[in-house]
Nanobody, 126 residues
Framework: VQLVESGGGLVQPGGSLRLSCAVF????????IGWYRQAPGKQREGVSC????????YYSESVEGRFTISRDIAKNTVYLQMNSLKPEDTAVYYC????????????????????WGQGTQVTVSS
């Protein structure tokens, strides 16, 4: 099983980025997928998640209304669209997968996730 994040980079405040989490070795519709971030000197923060049925999503208060999580089953990829980026969004962003049957909601607790990607750096700066 491998999760590969991409799409990070340097963007000015107010700009947008779309992160991708390409999943290999498992089907995204059988797993809850979460996005987390960690800034230097700070604890890891749960940013967003989507459940296996894609009928439940979660956003942290700090990104609600600016970030959108989605998935493409055909590409076995989950996306995080990030708009109106702020300097405080600067961090390494990770995606994670947790095996999940149907009928369960989003998973926020990081320790419950089974697989993690290597992360992609997002820097918001002028």
């Amino acid at each position: 099983v491998q999760l590969v994040e991409s799409g990070g980079g340097l963007v000015q405040p107010g700009g947008s980025l779309r992160l991708s989490c390409a999943v290999f070795g498992l089907r995204v519709d059988s797993y809850a997928i979460g996005w987390y971030r960690q800034a230097p000197g700070k604890q890891r923060e749960g940013v967003s998640c989507i459940n296996s049925s894609a009928n439940d999503t979660y956003y942290s208060e700090s990104v609600e209304g600016r970030f959108t999580i989605s998935r493409d089953i055909a590409k076995n990829t989950v996306y995080l669209q990030m708009n109106s980026l702020k300097p405080e969004d600067t961090a390494v962003y990770y995606c994670a997968a947790k095996v999940q049957g149907s009928g369960y909601g989003c998973v926020v607790e990081a320790f419950l996730y089974d697989y993690w990607g290597q992360g992609t750096q997002v820097t918001v700066s002028s």
